[in-house]
Structures are given as structure tokens and as C-alpha cells.
T-cell receptor, first 110, second 114 residues
């Protein structure tokens, strides 16, 4: 079993929709949770960085962590075609080695 | 403010050869991590360098080695290349110090083994 599980998609939504991306993790030592966006032929770009449980909002993006169920979510409001990319969730404990999910490919259509 | 820069962007090698990839961290960052990303997969942690020492290592064989220089830049070396080493190699940098800091990635070096 992988330490971080993520549905690879692809996920296709119409422009303006609310997108929900999810990951589960198994390592109880994970305390820091991240979402990265990766465009084709580019490196991962940090979107959200959270510590422990709770919600964090940044513009159209909301990250949610539920440590009791080991569940990580990213919500994108008013999705745009420019949001089409692969979204990677990542987690780490006190050490700084990141453990990534497989990534979910998102397509926002006009 | 330059972000993380990696060179070269693309590289083609044959089995058995050796390769060196380079990384310059984001300004103000002193910790460099290397990841391997196979097609359709998430990045896998190779190792991390801080103060010119390997601080952590992932599940990669000794064919993978690295170095960090006094200016915080870093190199990843891979010996005896295998077909399975074909991947995108990503460098990430972060500020050192107390606590966990977010890592910022470069655009990677795409390595193809023939």
C-alpha cells in the first residue's frame, strides 16, 4: 500500500464548476500537507501548504485536512481552462522528505 | 528573484553511461532535495542535502549520488545507467532552520536512456 493514495483521473469539468480533488494517507506521522500543480513539461508549483487539521483558503483554492480520517482535499472554485493541469498532493512528517500521490489530471473545458 | 534552476533541460544517454545533473536553489534557500518522477507518477524522493552533507536518503541504490557546494548549488550523479532510470529529475529547494519549510521545484531535467 502506498503511503499517499490519489485517484489519477482524468477528471473533466466544465468551466465555472467547483472541483474537488482528494487524497488519503496512511502514515500517522505526517503533519504537513501540500498541494502542487504541475503543467505539462514543467515542475510542480506549490499551491497550498498546511499544518495539521483544518482549512486554508487562498483565492479560488481551499485546502482541507482531516487527520482523524487521514483525508486531504483541494477545492477549486470557478474553475478556468488555465486550471487544466495535474494536481499532486504531498505529505511529510518532522523530516522534510515529501511523499507524493500519483497526481490527478484535471481538464477544464469551455 | 530567480527560482530553482536546473540544467540541462533534456539529456539522452545510453545504458551503462554516467550522468551529472545540476541545480541552483532559489535565492535564500540552503537545502536542496532531488526527486525522480516517472511518467504518470508522482515524484519519488532520492536524497536531500544541507550544509554540504546528505541529510536524508530515499530508497535508491548507491548508483545515485550527490553533492552540495558552498554556494548551496547541487549535483545529482547517476552511474551505470539503466533503461529504468529514464524519468524527469526534479530539484527542490527550501530554507533551512527549525521546522518544516515548503519546497519549491525547478522544471527538471528529462533524462532518456536508450
Amino acid at each position: 500500500q502506498k503511503e499517499v493514495e490519489q485517484d489519477p483521473g482524468p477528471l473533466s469539468v466544465p468551466e465555472g464548476a467547483i472541483v474537488s480533488l482528494n487524497c488519503t494517507y496512511s502514515n500517522s506521522a505526517f503533519q504537513y500537507f501540500m498541494w502542487y500543480r504541475q503543467y505539462s513539461r514543467k515542475g510542480p508549483e506549490l499551491l497550498m501548504y498546511t499544518y495539521s487539521s483544518g482549512n486554508k483558503e487562498d483565492g479560488r483554492f481551499t485546502a482541507q485536512v482531516d487527520k482523524s480520517s487521514k483525508y486531504i482535499s483541494l477545492f477549486i472554485r470557478d474553475s478556468q481552462p488555465s486550471d487544466s493541469a495535474t494536481y499532486l498532493c504531498a505529505s511529510t512528517g518532522t523530516a522534510s522528505k515529501l511523499t507524493f500521490g500519483t497526481g490527478t489530471r484535471l481538464q477544464v473545458t469551455l | 528573484d530567480a527560482g530553482v534552476t536546473q540544467s540541462p533541460t533534456h539529456l539522452i544517454k545510453t545504458r551503462g553511461q554516467q550522468v551529472t545533473l545540476r541545480c541552483s536553489p532559489k535565492s535564500g534557500h540552503d537545502t536542496v532535495s532531488w526527486y525522480q518522477q516517472a511518467l504518470g507518477q508522482g515524484p519519488q524522493f532520492i536524497f536531500q542535502y544541507y550544509e554540504e552533507e546528505e541529510r536524508q536518503r530515499g530508497n535508491f541504490p548507491d548508483r545515485f549520488s550527490g553533492h552540495q557546494f558552498p554556494n548551496y548549488s547541487s549535483e545529482l550523479n547517476v552511474n551505470a545507467l539503466l533503461l529504468g532510470d529514464s524519468a524527469l529529475y526534479l530539484c527542490a529547494s527550501s530554507p533551512g532552520g527549525v521546522g518544516n519549510q515548503p519546497q519549491h521545484f525547478g522544471d527538471g531535467t528529462r533524462l532518456s536512456i536508450l
